[in-house]
């Protein structure tokens, strides 16, 4: 049967795909740690209990009709307060649209910024954006970044693409890596953005920038937290800002998300999601907007959930250093952010078939659309236990040791 251009050629999305191959080995009784997925056990990492009950209560309240196609009145202006609290950032509810998670507000502004055959601008390795190319019919323009720029694409790497393109697409906290943009190298980019659009003339299409930052609240360390508008306040002209409950607060499952930017853009982004029905249940809506409502309690379980990560975050890191140390082909980032570690197996080969004949599933980076990066991939602590660690420091010892034995 022929189908659609687009059916016949779209992909799953391949991080998706490798977590449930996995899954379905360990349903069958193999024994793997399974470090794949961005997504948490939510027996280790529960929802905050105020959501928790507050969608309870809402569904026993009745609350099962429509919500409204720009999210609940209620949730906006919350949300509003939210953005302001941990951002410093003012955004009125007409300025905010609320879908059910982080991708359908993604699908939208792509296909409220662009057109067939437009140019995109987004990094390599990164979550998705080259489906979202695909699902657009845009015209991709993939910057490979590398350890050297700590897999974020500068100012100087985007700079020479930026002609004719709409859309360059940014995410800090960075999927796979966690690691983040810092003020200056966000500040150099908006400031490149506000100059090449005042180039523009008015019969051309300025180029937008969609800031995904669905890990914001999940910085650690000296690591610091930063976006277009903070630095360069002109950029709330052409800033389209993604982000969601599902990581921040380990509610992957709870499906809803918000974004927020200039009016006219989210306005056309709410006519898209209308049409795919996106929306966000009306149940989980009104609990948000309890939950929200009391921001030092939001502060109180991301201080605990920060802790928990961080805490499976050094431990992997300082026992991967102390095997490099050891003069094993290993090298690790220091972790920045979000649930994951940027890691690189120094070995030619097949590495994470040889990783999982060990019992260690991770993410290559090439299912995040990365060309160059062969042996780094993303290990994910979302479903780690802390007794996990040393079994699986080992499972890396024992690959690494073997490996280095054959060599010699
Ligand atoms: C960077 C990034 N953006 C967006 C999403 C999608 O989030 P949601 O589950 O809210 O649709 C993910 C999920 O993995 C992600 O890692």
Request: glycine letters at 6%; proline letters at 6%.
């Amino acid at each position: 049967m022929k189908l659609s251009q687009l059916a016949e050629t779209m992909p799953a999305p391949a991080p998706l795909a490798i977590g449930n191959a996995i899954r379905e080995r360990i349903n069958k009784g193999e024994q793997i740690y399974n470090l794949t997925i961005g997504d948490f056990s939510p027996l280790l990492f529960p929802i905050p209990q105020l959501l928790e009950d507050a969608i309870i209560e809402a569904y026993q309240n009745k609350q099962t009709n429509y919500p409204a196609p720009e999210g609940n009145a209620d949730l906006r202006e919350q949300l509003s307060a939210f953005i302001r609290h941990f951002q410093n950032l003012y955004y009125t509810p007409a300025e905010i649209l609320v879908a059910s998670g982080g991708r359908p507000l993604i699908f939208a502004a792509y296909q409220t910024i662009v057109d067939r055959g437009d140019k995109v601008i987004y990094p390599v390795p990164s979550w998705n954006n080259h489906y979202y190319v695909q699902l657009s019919g845009a015209q991709g323009c993939a910057i490979e970044t590398s350890a050297d720029n700590n897999f974020m694409p500068t100012a100087e790497d985007i700079r020479p693409h930026l002609k004719d393109a709409v859309l360059l697409a940014l995410c800090s906290p960075q999927n796979p890596t966690g690691a983040c943009y810092t003020q200056e190298q966000m500040k150099a980019i908006s400031d490149m953005i506000v100059k090449e659009n005042s180039r523009r003339g008015d019969d051309e299409k300025k180029i937008y920038v969609l800031y995904d930052h669905i890990y914001n609240l999940l910085v650690q360390n000296s690591a610091k937290h930063t976006d277009p508008v903070s630095v360069c306040p002109a950029m709330k002209a052409y800033t389209i800002f993604t982000d969601a409950v599902s990581k921040n607060f380990a509610a992957t499952g709870v499906r809803v998300g918000w974004g927020y930017g200039p009016q006219e853009i989210i306005g056309k982004m709410k006519t898209v999601l209308s049409h795919v029905g996106a929306w966000a249940p009306m149940a989980e809506q009104k609990a948000l907007a309890v939950f929200f409502n009391d921001l030092s309690g939001v502060e109180e379980y991301l201080y605990n959930f920060k802790r928990k990560i961080a805490r499976r975050l050094e431990d992997i890191y300082t026992g991967l250093m102390a095997l490099k140390q050891e003069g094993l082909p290993v090298e690790v980032i220091a972790p920045q952010a979000s649930i994951y570690l940027t890691v690189k197996v120094d070995i030619p080969g097949d590495i994470f078939n040889e990783l999982l004949d060990e019992g260690i599933a991770v993410i290559p980076f090439s299912a995040f659309g990365a060309r160059k990066a062969d042996q780094w991939f993303r290990l994910s602590v979302g479903t780690c236990r802390l007794e996990d660690i040393a079994p699986i420091l080992q499972k890396f010892r024992k690959l690494l040791m073997r490996k280095v034995e054959m060599v010699h």
